[in-house]
């Protein structure tokens, strides 16, 4: 499966972002999708992810209640709701199907 984030960009804190991450070579509903981030000096770290496709999803404490995975798997795509951002969530985000296969990420950054 090949995997690509989009939807990144330049918000300002509070603001949001909506990410995308279209799948193509296999279908998603064979997979647990997950969203990984990376600051700049810091190790990659978990965001979300899903199990039973879709069906259930878990956050990182950094992000409950304020992100919201989901996934299309008719469009073969996975989503990142991102609300209330802050300075802290400024990272290149990537997708990932079963922690195996990852897509290129998408850089957010948000601005005080």
């Known amino acids: 499966v090949q995997l690509q984030a989009s939807g990144g960009g330049l918000v300002q804190a509070g603001g949001s972002l909506r990410l995308s991450c279209a799948a193509s070579?296999?279908?998603?509903?064979?997979?647990?999708m997950g969203w990984f981030r990376q600051a700049p000096g810091k190790e990659r770290e978990f965001v979300a992810a899903?199990?039973?496709?879709?069906?259930?999803?878990y956050y990182a404490d950094s992000v409950k209640g304020r992100f919201t995975m989901s996934r299309d798997n008719a469009k073969n795509t996975v989503y990142l709701q991102m609300n209330s951002l802050k300075l802290e969530d400024t990272a290149v985000y990537y997708c990932?199907?079963?922690?195996?296969?990852w897509g290129k990420g998408t850089q957010v950054t948000v601005s005080s």
């Open positions: 990932a199907a079963d922690q195996k296969y």
């Open positions: 070579g296999r279908t998603i509903s064979m997979y647990s």
């Open positions: 899903d199990r039973w496709s879709g069906r259930y999803t």
